[in-house]
């Protein structure tokens, strides 16, 4: 692997693979926001006895509507998905206590048992979105889009990576306009970054940006795609990283705090040090007019004083990427 593939690795790793204890955290932040808003379940929550029986029953043409069966075993899927979170916030407890020092053998058998509840819940929510996903006669619910990019993040979480990227494909084939498509998607890229097949996350972040995706989605393609291409190393790939980072900066900046905020701010910096490296100091002035008036001429000014720096007698060029 190349350095430049490596150091990739590293960068992207944190949007597209967060540790364990990193995950947790997201997790249970979330699910503590859900909670304090009252609707941590989407549906309407497990009754006792039954929201851990197991994988919902299939649907069977002719027992009851398909709307119905379908909004039925969506709930129970999604009852399963909450309880999921919660054991994630309880094991983010944990690890915040055992990064303070203060976990014991106690603690440790809770985690264990907290991990192995939270294996079985996982394999009984990806039963039940399958059972939704997989009913010849619920092809058509409204519901299916969703169960399907829940059921490959499930299968992810779970460590099937083939099973993921099989029902993240499926999805992106049978239901091309849904809302879902773009993040089936730029959850294609990530795998295809991560397993180190770059033309491929370079693909599959195009048609993310093809769909009718959010600014924030934009952005994460638009990352993922910018190292897939310095990864690449081919001819005209880092002007086309550096366009695919403009592109980032061209949309604004996010809010305050959220993952895209920390990539606006890896994208200008990046950006500043490719072109430095790379760029046309003809064109520059040109270039950076097409990333807005906002942060346009500041890029520009930081580029130029990075030139300048550079052309002083006696000084080594810094390390690029």
Known sequence: MSRVLESAARVAGRFTEP??????????????????????ARGAPARA??????????????????????????????SLESRRRAIGVQLFVLDEAAEAGAAGERAEARRAAL??????????TVAAYAALVD?????????????????????????????????????ALEHPASREAPEAHLALANLAFAAGRLDEAVDACDDALRGAA???????????KSWSLRGLGRGGAVEE??????????????RAGSPEATIDEAAERELVELYAAH???ARARAFFAGAGERAGPRLLGEVEARAAWRRRPGTLDRPTL
């Open 19 to 40: 540790r364990r204890a990193a995950a947790r955290r997201l997790a249970a932040l979330a699910a503590l926001a859900l909670a304090s808003a009252g609707c941590i």
């Open 49 to 78: 006895g039954h929201g851990d029986a197991g994988a919902a029953a299939p649907a069977r043409p002719g027992h009851g509507d398909a709307g119905a069966a379908a909004e039925r075993l969506f709930r129970e899927a999604e």
């Open 115 to 124: 991990e192995a509840e939270a294996a079985r819940v996982l394999s009984r």
């Open 135 to 171: 009913a010849p006669a619920l092809r058509a619910a409204e519901q299916r889009p969703s169960a399907l990019l829940k059921l490959a993040q499930a299968l992810q979480d779970g460590g099937d990576l083939r099973g993921a990227e099989a029902r993240l494909r499926q999805l």
């Open 214 to 224: 959010g600014a924030a989605l934009r952005k994460r393609a638009l990352y993922v």
């Open 241 to 254: 990283a550096m366009e695919a980072l403009r592109a980032i900066v061209q949309l604004g900046p996010a």
């Open 279 to 281: 760029g046309d100091p």
